[in-house]
């Protein structure tokens, strides 16, 4: 049984990967590709907090809400559940003889109680049996990011609302009907509205009663999942102020999932900052809004519309789109966008420098003709056609290409021009396949080559990032990096 100090949930290296075949042949051919949307994520969430998920499109968030509570299934890892302990005399030990069995039209193991709590004790999530995760689903409740297509419009919203009372067998008849008009009075609508249907509500009426849904049942987590993302702004405002009301009087513990940075701080009392699947960061809301920042975070804060007043630098454009969760990366997942990324001991480039070196070197990389080093077309660009980096000279390749990454010439470090010229000349001699052969020896990061760790910075503080590395500490390099800030 949960106290308050200690975690209502407890998530350990939970992993969700999805399969991307299109068929069972695909599947059997091993032709299927996974999706690494959920890669080994670790955390807890306590009592009566909120703990916020931020993060860019597609970094995985909804299906880390999602897998917690297994409406997607986690491949690996333990979702650890406590019910929080309130009220001793009103709990029902699963095993006690109070539990009144009355399984009659049930297809599963359901074991509904005629009466009390149902406690967990540490239970794992992940491994629990069709009706005791239909218990625990009456603990934790999910609000999802749409208000117009997760309630069912042929239901009146009484009905909508009651549904959970009579699924759990919590109330009946009259006392159903009083509950349903406590709860509409609780997030703020009128009672006598109970008879209407949804499409008879506005779009932040209609999360209003999403959440008394899911306050029905008296959970102890709620997920909110983008839950104002599809609001106006000022209705926005006026559902978060809802949640935190609500939170404060019945104690209810929120993983609020959301991709706006502004609106994370203002419901967050701690923030987890996710990049491809992985948690780059997580820390008290102000740790993770001040320095040192993960680059990432960094990245994302100097972006808001309207900036912290705090902020202070300029906003931070992130090179390329966010790498496909197929094939991530190696090493540190965001290397391949970050301005901060470490250069090796051997260089000693302007950081601006050195970014738009390993830019070059992704982009060859990954190209399928040299066109694309040029950001033309990957077959056949109208005015210079295909580009064969073999029939110019070395010297107009040499533009051309510092030109296209905004290079100086020199780029400033003789050992890293050097590498530079090679380059070119490998371009020219050998095409794009002698280039990517000299390429995977040089301009090479630390920060490709081994996955940081999350790591306590400080005890509110967690980051992953070699730059807060003390191995990289006692190289010098993440003494700079945490200089800087
Ligand atoms: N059912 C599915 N099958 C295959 N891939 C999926 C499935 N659902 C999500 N994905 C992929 O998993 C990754 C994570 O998606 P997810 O929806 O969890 O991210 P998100 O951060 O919540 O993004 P958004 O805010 O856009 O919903 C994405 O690459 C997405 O395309």
Known sequence: ????????????????????????????????QKVKAVDDVSFELYPGETLGVVGESGCGKSTLGQALVRLVEPDSGEVLFDTVDEDEDDVVDPDSDEVMFDTAGEDDDTVEPDSGEVQFRGEDITQLSRGRLREMRKDIQYIFQDPYSSLNPRMTVGDIIGEPLKIHNIADGAERTERIHELLDEVGLNPSHANRYPHEFSGGQKQRIGIARALAVDPD?????????ALDVSVQAQILNLL??????????????????????????????????????????????????????????????????????????????????????????????????????????????????????????????????????????????????????????????????DLPEPVGDGNAEAAFQELIERLETEGLDGAKTYLDDVFVSPCEQREPELMEYTPSHEISCHLYDVEYESEGIADDAVADD
């Open 1 to 32: 049984m949960s106290t308050r100090d200690e975690p209502l949930l407890t998530v350990n290296n939970l992993k969700k990967y999805y399969d991307t075949s299109e068929g069972f042949i695909e599947g059997l051919l091993g032709k299927s």
């Open 221 to 229: 987590v709620i997920i909110c999942d983008e839950p104002v993302s």
């Open 244 to 405: 935190e009301d609500l939170q404060e009087r019945f104690d209810l513990a929120y993983l609020f999932i959301a991709h706006d940075l502004s609106v994370v701080e203002h419901i967050s009392d701690r923030v987890a900052v996710m990049y491809l699947g992985k948690f780059a960061e997580v820390g008290s809301t102000e740790d993770v809004y001040a320095p040192p920042y993960h680059p990432y975070t960094e990245a994302l804060l100097s972006a808001i519309p309207e900036p912290d007043p705090l902020w202070e630098g300029d906003q931070i454009l992130l090179p390329g789109s966010p790498p496909s969760p197929i094939n991530p990366p190696s090493g540190c997942r965001f290397h391949t966008r970050c301005p901060r990324i470490i250069q090796p001991p051997e260089y000693d480039l302007d950081q601006e420098v050195w970014r738009a070196l390993t830019s070059l070197k992704q982009r060859a990389l990954g190209a399928k003709s040299a066109n694309a080093i040029l950001s033309l077309s990957e077959t056949e660009d109208e005015d210079i056609g295909e580009l064969d980096p073999t029939q110019l000279d070395t010297d107009e390749l040499d533009q051309l290409v510092r030109s296209e990454f």
